[in-house]
Protein backbone atom coordinates (compact mmCIF):
# COMPACT_ATOMS: atom_id res chain seq x y z
CA UNK A 1 0.00 0.00 0.00
CA UNK A 2 1.81 2.89 -1.15
CA UNK A 3 -0.76 5.87 -0.39
CA UNK A 4 -3.02 6.22 2.65
CA UNK A 5 -6.07 7.48 2.32
CA UNK A 6 -7.23 10.56 4.41
CA UNK A 7 -8.49 8.74 7.53
CA UNK A 8 -5.70 6.05 7.19
CA UNK A 9 -3.08 9.45 7.18
CA UNK A 10 -4.87 11.03 10.31
CA UNK A 11 -4.75 7.77 11.82
CA UNK A 12 -1.08 7.11 11.29
CA UNK A 13 -0.50 11.08 12.47
CA UNK A 14 -3.06 10.86 15.04
CA UNK A 15 -1.39 11.67 18.84
CA UNK A 16 -3.59 10.43 20.83
CA UNK A 17 -3.89 7.10 19.25
CA UNK A 18 0.50 7.21 19.28
CA UNK A 19 0.79 8.00 22.79
CA UNK A 20 -1.88 6.22 24.17
CA UNK A 21 -2.19 2.67 22.57
CA UNK A 22 0.59 2.26 19.50
CA UNK A 23 3.63 3.27 21.76
CA UNK A 24 2.99 3.36 25.18
CA UNK A 25 4.67 0.58 25.61
CA UNK A 26 7.54 -1.44 24.38
CA UNK A 27 5.37 -4.61 23.19
CA UNK A 28 4.15 -3.64 19.69
CA UNK A 29 7.29 -1.87 18.58
CA UNK A 30 9.78 -4.39 20.07
CA UNK A 31 7.56 -6.91 18.19
CA UNK A 32 8.43 -5.16 14.38
CA UNK A 33 11.84 -4.73 15.61
CA UNK A 34 12.88 -8.82 16.33
CA UNK A 35 11.97 -9.76 12.71
CA UNK A 36 14.69 -8.75 11.69
CA UNK A 37 16.95 -11.24 13.81
CA UNK A 38 15.86 -13.69 10.99
CA UNK A 39 17.17 -11.03 7.73
CA UNK A 40 19.93 -12.08 5.80
CA UNK A 41 22.61 -9.62 5.91
CA UNK A 42 21.94 -8.88 8.80
CA UNK A 43 22.35 -4.68 9.69
CA UNK A 44 23.67 -3.57 13.00
CA UNK A 45 21.87 -0.15 12.15
CA UNK A 46 22.29 1.06 15.81
CA UNK A 47 25.69 0.43 15.18
CA UNK A 48 25.38 2.04 11.12
CA UNK A 49 24.44 5.22 12.88
CA UNK A 50 26.86 4.79 15.79
CA UNK A 51 29.39 5.02 12.98
CA UNK A 52 27.77 7.75 11.24
CA UNK A 53 28.47 9.59 14.33
CA UNK A 54 32.27 9.30 14.50
CA UNK A 55 33.05 12.75 14.10
CA UNK A 56 31.05 14.24 16.04
CA UNK A 57 31.49 15.49 19.52
CA UNK A 58 29.00 17.08 22.19
CA UNK A 59 25.49 16.29 21.94
CA UNK A 60 23.18 14.08 20.09
CA UNK A 61 19.68 14.18 20.36
CA UNK A 62 17.18 11.17 19.52
CA UNK A 63 13.68 12.56 18.41
CA UNK A 64 11.42 9.67 18.53
CA UNK A 65 13.64 7.72 20.66
CA UNK A 66 10.84 5.20 21.28
CA UNK A 67 12.14 2.26 23.23
CA UNK A 68 15.59 3.49 22.71
CA UNK A 69 17.85 1.08 21.63
CA UNK A 70 19.41 3.66 19.41
CA UNK A 71 20.20 5.63 22.99
CA UNK A 72 21.74 2.72 24.59
CA UNK A 73 23.89 1.78 22.05
CA UNK A 74 25.42 5.22 21.54
CA UNK A 75 25.70 5.27 25.40
CA UNK A 76 27.84 2.08 25.03
CA UNK A 77 30.04 3.30 22.01
CA UNK A 78 30.31 6.74 22.69
CA UNK A 79 30.55 7.33 26.21
CA UNK A 80 31.95 10.41 25.27
CA UNK A 81 28.78 12.13 23.74
CA UNK A 82 25.60 14.14 25.77
CA UNK A 83 22.60 11.77 24.74
CA UNK A 84 19.03 13.20 24.83
CA UNK A 85 16.30 11.42 23.98
CA UNK A 86 13.21 12.79 23.12
CA UNK A 87 9.15 11.26 21.95
CA UNK A 88 5.68 11.99 22.18
CA UNK A 89 4.52 8.88 24.10
CA UNK A 90 5.61 8.95 27.63
CA UNK A 91 4.95 5.31 28.37
CA UNK A 92 7.48 4.38 26.01
CA UNK A 93 10.27 5.96 27.41
CA UNK A 94 10.30 3.97 30.98
CA UNK A 95 13.22 2.27 30.00
CA UNK A 96 14.86 4.48 28.01
CA UNK A 97 17.98 5.59 30.17
CA UNK A 98 17.65 9.40 30.80
CA UNK A 99 17.98 12.40 29.94
CA UNK A 100 14.76 12.43 28.14
CA UNK A 101 11.45 13.79 27.59
CA UNK A 102 8.22 14.26 26.34
CA UNK A 103 8.13 16.32 22.42
CA UNK A 104 7.00 16.97 19.31
CA UNK A 105 8.94 16.58 16.47
CA UNK A 106 7.37 20.03 15.04
CA UNK A 107 8.03 22.32 17.95
CA UNK A 108 11.54 20.67 19.68
CA UNK A 109 12.08 22.34 23.41
CA UNK A 110 15.63 23.02 22.24
CA UNK A 111 17.26 25.95 20.88
CA UNK A 112 18.78 26.97 17.29
CA UNK A 113 22.15 25.21 17.12
CA UNK A 114 21.84 23.38 20.65
CA UNK A 115 22.81 19.97 19.00
CA UNK A 116 25.80 18.42 17.12
CA UNK A 117 24.04 15.84 15.45
CA UNK A 118 20.25 14.64 15.43
CA UNK A 119 18.64 11.39 14.89
CA UNK A 120 14.86 10.71 13.54
CA UNK A 121 14.95 7.03 12.83
CA UNK A 122 11.70 5.22 11.44
CA UNK A 123 9.66 8.33 12.84
CA UNK A 124 8.73 11.16 10.80
CA UNK A 125 6.03 9.03 8.97
CA UNK A 126 4.32 9.83 12.37
CA UNK A 127 4.63 13.63 11.91
CA UNK A 128 1.40 15.26 10.99
CA UNK A 129 3.76 18.42 9.58
CA UNK A 130 6.72 16.32 7.63
CA UNK A 131 8.60 19.77 6.37
CA UNK A 132 8.00 21.41 9.80
CA UNK A 133 9.75 18.83 11.22
CA UNK A 134 12.63 18.77 8.79
CA UNK A 135 12.74 22.30 9.71
CA UNK A 136 13.06 22.09 13.09
CA UNK A 137 15.55 19.10 12.36
CA UNK A 138 17.80 21.81 10.22
CA UNK A 139 17.04 24.64 13.11
CA UNK A 140 18.57 22.69 16.31
CA UNK A 141 22.27 21.51 14.00
CA UNK A 142 24.90 23.48 14.35
CA UNK A 143 26.81 23.84 11.89
CA UNK A 144 27.91 21.10 9.42
CA UNK A 145 26.61 18.62 12.03
CA UNK A 146 24.41 15.39 10.42
CA UNK A 147 20.89 14.73 10.75
CA UNK A 148 20.62 10.95 10.76
CA UNK A 149 17.03 9.46 9.78
CA UNK A 150 15.43 6.60 8.41
CA UNK A 151 12.32 4.59 6.99
CA UNK A 152 11.87 2.00 4.77
CA UNK A 153 10.86 1.70 0.88
CA UNK A 154 7.27 1.31 -0.90
CA UNK A 155 8.77 -2.27 -1.79
CA UNK A 156 9.44 -3.47 1.51
CA UNK A 157 8.08 -6.43 2.99
CA UNK A 158 5.60 -6.64 0.14
CA UNK A 159 4.93 -10.26 0.62
CA UNK A 160 3.03 -9.38 4.19
CA UNK A 161 0.61 -6.71 2.58
CA UNK A 162 0.10 -9.99 -0.07
CA UNK A 163 -0.43 -11.93 3.21
CA UNK A 164 -2.99 -9.73 4.55
CA UNK A 165 -5.05 -8.61 1.08
CA UNK A 166 -5.27 -12.60 0.80
CA UNK A 167 -6.41 -13.59 4.62
CA UNK A 168 -8.52 -10.47 4.25
CA UNK A 169 -10.22 -11.44 1.32
CA UNK A 170 -10.78 -15.01 3.05
CA UNK A 171 -12.38 -13.50 6.13
CA UNK A 172 -14.34 -11.26 4.06
CA UNK A 173 -15.69 -14.13 1.46
CA UNK A 174 -13.92 -12.73 -1.38
CA UNK A 175 -10.98 -12.74 -3.59
CA UNK A 176 -8.68 -10.08 -1.71
CA UNK A 177 -9.04 -8.09 1.15
CA UNK A 178 -8.98 -4.19 1.31
CA UNK A 179 -4.64 -3.26 1.82
CA UNK A 180 -3.11 -2.93 5.32
CA UNK A 181 -2.35 0.61 6.85
CA UNK A 182 1.43 1.03 5.58
CA UNK A 183 3.03 3.23 8.60
CA UNK A 184 6.13 4.58 6.07
CA UNK A 185 3.91 5.64 2.93
CA UNK A 186 3.93 9.07 3.48
CA UNK A 187 7.29 9.39 4.05
CA UNK A 188 9.20 6.42 2.47
CA UNK A 189 12.54 5.73 1.03
CA UNK A 190 11.81 7.18 -2.40
CA UNK A 191 10.01 10.33 -0.90
CA UNK A 192 12.44 11.41 1.68
CA UNK A 193 14.50 12.59 -0.43
CA UNK A 194 12.10 15.52 -1.36
CA UNK A 195 11.25 16.16 1.99
CA UNK A 196 14.73 16.41 3.12
CA UNK A 197 15.68 18.23 0.31
CA UNK A 198 14.23 21.49 1.36
CA UNK A 199 16.69 21.89 4.58
CA UNK A 200 19.67 20.14 3.39
CA UNK A 201 21.92 20.22 0.19
CA UNK A 202 23.88 17.51 0.82
CA UNK A 203 22.11 13.80 1.40
CA UNK A 204 23.89 10.44 1.20
CA UNK A 205 21.02 7.38 0.75
CA UNK A 206 22.50 4.26 1.96
CA UNK A 207 20.06 1.48 1.07
CA UNK A 208 19.68 -1.66 3.71
CA UNK A 209 18.16 -4.72 1.08
CA UNK A 210 17.35 -8.16 2.37
CA UNK A 211 15.52 -10.88 3.16
CA UNK A 212 14.08 -12.31 6.11
CA UNK A 213 13.43 -16.17 6.35
CA UNK A 214 11.58 -18.13 8.84
CA UNK A 215 10.88 -21.33 9.43
CA UNK A 216 7.99 -20.64 12.48
CA UNK A 217 5.24 -19.00 11.71
CA UNK A 218 5.14 -16.75 15.10
CA UNK A 219 7.99 -13.80 14.77
CA UNK A 220 5.71 -12.99 11.45
CA UNK A 221 2.48 -13.47 12.76
CA UNK A 222 3.90 -10.80 16.39
CA UNK A 223 4.74 -8.60 13.75
CA UNK A 224 1.34 -7.91 12.13
CA UNK A 225 -0.14 -8.07 15.26
CA UNK A 226 1.95 -5.16 16.32
CA UNK A 227 -0.30 -2.93 14.02
CA UNK A 228 -3.75 -3.38 16.41
CA UNK A 229 -3.22 -0.15 17.23
CA UNK A 230 -4.76 0.99 14.09
CA UNK A 231 -6.73 -1.84 14.14
CA UNK A 232 -10.20 -0.09 13.21
CA UNK A 233 -8.14 1.47 9.93
CA UNK A 234 -8.23 -1.82 7.90
CA UNK A 235 -11.74 -2.72 7.06
CA UNK A 236 -11.32 -5.80 7.60
CA UNK A 237 -12.30 -7.81 11.52
CA UNK A 238 -8.14 -7.48 12.83
CA UNK A 239 -7.62 -10.68 14.89
CA UNK A 240 -9.80 -12.70 12.22
CA UNK A 241 -7.51 -12.01 9.85
CA UNK A 242 -4.22 -12.20 11.51
CA UNK A 243 -5.58 -15.62 13.05
CA UNK A 244 -5.95 -16.61 9.01
CA UNK A 245 -2.91 -15.17 8.15
CA UNK A 246 -1.10 -17.38 10.56
CA UNK A 247 -3.05 -20.58 8.58
CA UNK A 248 -2.04 -19.08 5.55
CA UNK A 249 1.81 -19.09 6.60
CA UNK A 250 1.35 -22.42 8.57
CA UNK A 251 -0.08 -24.12 5.46
CA UNK A 252 2.79 -22.19 2.94
CA UNK A 253 5.91 -23.24 5.63
CA UNK A 254 4.91 -26.71 5.52
CA UNK A 255 4.73 -27.01 1.65
CA UNK A 256 8.01 -25.33 1.26
CA UNK A 257 10.21 -25.64 4.67
CA UNK A 258 10.58 -21.36 4.77
CA UNK A 259 8.61 -18.04 4.31
CA UNK A 260 10.58 -15.65 2.56
CA UNK A 261 10.17 -11.78 2.80
CA UNK A 262 12.11 -9.25 1.04
CA UNK A 263 13.38 -6.06 3.05
CA UNK A 264 14.30 -2.76 1.85
CA UNK A 265 14.72 0.00 4.78
CA UNK A 266 17.48 2.94 4.21
CA UNK A 267 19.43 5.67 6.21
CA UNK A 268 20.03 9.03 4.84
CA UNK A 269 22.83 11.60 6.49
CA UNK A 270 21.74 14.70 5.55
CA UNK A 271 23.96 18.26 5.73
CA UNK A 272 22.90 21.51 5.53
Not at 38 to 45: E, F, G, S
Not at 106 to 120: C, E, K
Not at 206 to 220: A, N, Q, S
Request: aromatic share 6%; hydrophobic share 45%.
Amino acid sequence: MTDLSAAHDAAVTDRARLAGSAYNGDRDLAARQSLYQWQTPRYDLPGLVAEQLGDVRGRVVDIGCGNGKFIQRLGQDRPDLSLLGLDIAPGILAGVPGPVAVADATRLPLAAGSVDAALALHMLYHVSDIPQAVRELARIVADDGPVIVSTNSDRDKVELDDLWQRAAGDVLGVGRGPARISLSARFSLEKASAFLGEEFSRMEVVELPGTIMVRDPDPVIAHMASYRAWADQHDVPFGATVDRARTLLVDHIARHGTYEITCLGGILVCRR
